[in-house]
């Protein structure tokens, strides 16, 4: 089964930047879509940035123009950049492949 490892969470401070990692043990996000979702406390999943097999990607309205999500695949990983994070960027990252997600990493925006 594939495995997605995420990475690159921690604080950071309002108006600062991350990039989050998901590395897959496959070549699986080569081939199908990959997303990358957050949740923060007490509130639902939500679909942050997706990328396809082609490279097409789409984003949250919220992160639109600050967050980048991209893919190396001779490294089976896939990338969010976040610009200009905000406090209401803080939540847990998932990243997401078919019906596997990883464990999540954490992001903390505040001064």
């Known amino acids: 089964q594939v495995q997605l490892v995420e990475s690159g969470g921690g604080l950071v401070q309002p108006g600062g930047s991350l990039r989050l990692s998901c590395a897959a043990s496959?070549?699986?996000?080569?081939?199908?879509?990959t997303g990358w979702y957050r949740q923060a406390p007490g509130k639902e999943r939500d679909l942050v940035a997706a990328?396809?097999?082609?490279?097409?990607?789409n984003y949250a309205d919220s992160v639109k123009g600050r967050f980048t999500i991209s893919r190396d695949n001779a490294k089976n990983t896939v990338y969010l950049q976040m610009n200009s994070l905000k406090p209401e960027d803080t939540a847990v990252y998932y990243c997401?492949?078919?019906?596997?997600w990883g464990k999540g990493t954490l992001v903390t925006v505040s001064s």
């Open positions: 990328i396809t097999h082609g490279g097409s990607t």
């Open positions: 997401n492949v078919l019906t596997r």
């Open positions: 496959s070549a699986i996000v080569s081939m199908t879509t």
